[in-house]
């Protein structure tokens, strides 16, 4: 199956046995972005062994990360620049609106656990890079190599290949034929150079999860994006942009081009429409249809849950 027509293939539990076609409403309720049946079935069980819906976030998310769904998921998958894997992820409580999150986080490989390890044990939103890393590893993460031989024949290749793709523009020397070390132009005119994330870089997995009590969770993880700039942070671990969810209202989860999406808040924007009496398909069209009309060549998907069940997904045209 084509890259392009994997993103839209969600897994919706809605049954322990069986599932229903798009758009039915039935509750609890398990949706995730791209065909990463285990991770569902994970967060399927947790609900069914009287787990929360958090539970069933993370160990949906988690599973993924072990598993290193599409190599975009987890460790040893989509190399920065240097060479190391680095990994993002969100939870969410639909019911309290606490949020955990973590960004360029090396050496621990269960993401969406340290995730939720902020939410629950400090007053913070979002711990990025090194010092998410010593909390993780304060908090019992085990500390361990993202790297793998994968990935190490990933960035060899890139090098062979003077970096190519990047996510440079107006610098020296050309980062369309060079390596850097980069410096800026020495000029005032702005090249027009632009390069959009290769869709075949990134499948971040977003998950929503509602139980037959009226409570939602929603997160995300991924490893961002391939070749990114050391230090970048995608669109998943913010809130409102990878995942938003509110028990009121319903949930949403995002997946495609990070660096434009974050810019929309997309994920909020759909679950504000639900909470105004907007159903999740006009609400997924509305989000997509915002960036499209700044950025035409946007690539990405949103899908939306609320709160009776229904559920839609919608990708860039």
Not at 72 to 82: L, Q, R
Not at 91 to 100: A, L, Q, W
Not at 186 to 199: E, G, V
Not at 281 to 293: D, E, G, M, P, V
Request: charged share 20%.
């Amino acid at each position: 199956m084509h890259r392009q027509d994997k993103m839209f293939t969600f897994l919706l539990i809605c049954t322990l046995t069986s599932l229903l076609t798009l758009g039915h409403a039935s509750l609890p309720l398990v949706i995730n972005t791209w065909p990463f049946k285990n991770a569902a079935a994970a967060a399927w069980s947790a609900l069914q062994s009287g787990g929360s819906v958090l539970d069933a976030v993370e160990r949906g998310c988690a599973r993924c990360e072990m598993e290193q769904c599409d190599g975009s998921v987890g460790y040893g998958g989509s190399p920065d620049e240097s060479g190391e894997t680095t990994l993002d992820a969100l939870i969410m409580n639909g019911d309290t609106m606490e949020v955990g999150a973590v960004a360029d986080l090396r050496r621990i490989k269960n993401a969406i656990g340290v995730a939720r390890a902020v939410m629950e044990h400090t007053e913070h939103t979002l711990l990025v890079g090194e010092s998410a890393s010593v909390f993780a590893e304060n908090m019992g993460f085990i500390a361990e190599d993202l790297t793998t031989n994968k990935s190490v024949n990933i960035f060899s290749e890139w090098l062979k290949g003077s970096c190519q793709p990047n996510y440079r523009k107006n610098v020296s020397p050309e980062p369309s034929k060079s390596c850097g070390p980069y410096r800026p132009k020495a000029t005032w005119k702005q090249s027009k150079r632009a390069r959009h994330a290769n869709i075949h870089a990134h499948d971040t997995i977003g998950m929503i999860a509602l139980d037959r009590d009226g409570h939602a969770a929603a997160g995300t993880s991924t490893n961002g994006l391939t070749h990114k700039v050391p230090g970048r942070v995608g669109d998943s671990p913010i809130v409102g942009a990878g995942a938003y969810v509110d028990s009121l209202a319903g949930g949403a989860a995002a997946t495609g081009d990070g660096d434009v999406m974050m810019r929309f808040l997309p994920s909020y924007l759909a679950v504000e429409l639900m909470r105004a009496g907007v159903d999740p398909s006009a609400a997924c069209k509305s989000a997509i249809s915002r960036i499209k009309r700044h950025y035409s060549e946007f690539f990405g998907a949103i899908i939306c849950a609320n709160t009776t069940g229904h559920y839609e997904k919608m990708r860039s045209e």
